[in-house]
């Protein structure tokens, strides 16, 4: 078997895990209330609008940064925002801790697939 069938077989098993079901479950709820999709589009457009006038040299209103942080701290308390981060959250640390995995055994060291405590892959 190829290093590209065996990466796709992992991106696979990936696919399947309980990490990657709750984060599929709440982007799709996300998608569905309104009122989180457009509080999410509005906060990106208002942080671009911010960066893109720093990065030109420009003054940001005292007004446009209050209106930015009205709209970051309704995302904070918004429900729906919030399990999707901390879905995506759980996901990416599994994809962190298969990565370690990897890395660990290209430098040859190993690890039991039960987990010794011992690497840095099981961390």
């Known amino acids: 078997m190829s290093v590209i069938e065996k990466a796709q077989e992992l991106g696979q098993v990936l ?3 309980e990490e990657a079901a709750i984060l599929q ?11 989180s999709r457009n509080l999410i589009v509005e906060f990106q457009q208002r ?3 911010i960066q893109s006038a720093q990065n030109a040299g420009e003054k940001v209103s005292d007004e446009e940064l209050a209106i930015f942080n009205q709209i970051q701290e309704k995302a904070k308390t918004d429900k729906n925002i919030q399990s999707y981060f901390a879905a995506q959250k759980n996901f990416n640390d599994l994809l962190q801790q298969v990565n370690n995995i990897i890395n660990q ?19």
């Open 15 to 17: 696919r399947e895990t």
């Open 47 to 49: 942080f671009q609008k």
């Open 25 to 35: 479950a709440a982007e799709i709820n996300l998608e569905k209330t309104i009122e």
């Open 105 to 123: 055994v290209l430098r040859g060291e190993s690890c039991s697939s039960d987990c010794c405590d011992h690497c840095s892959g099981c961390e």
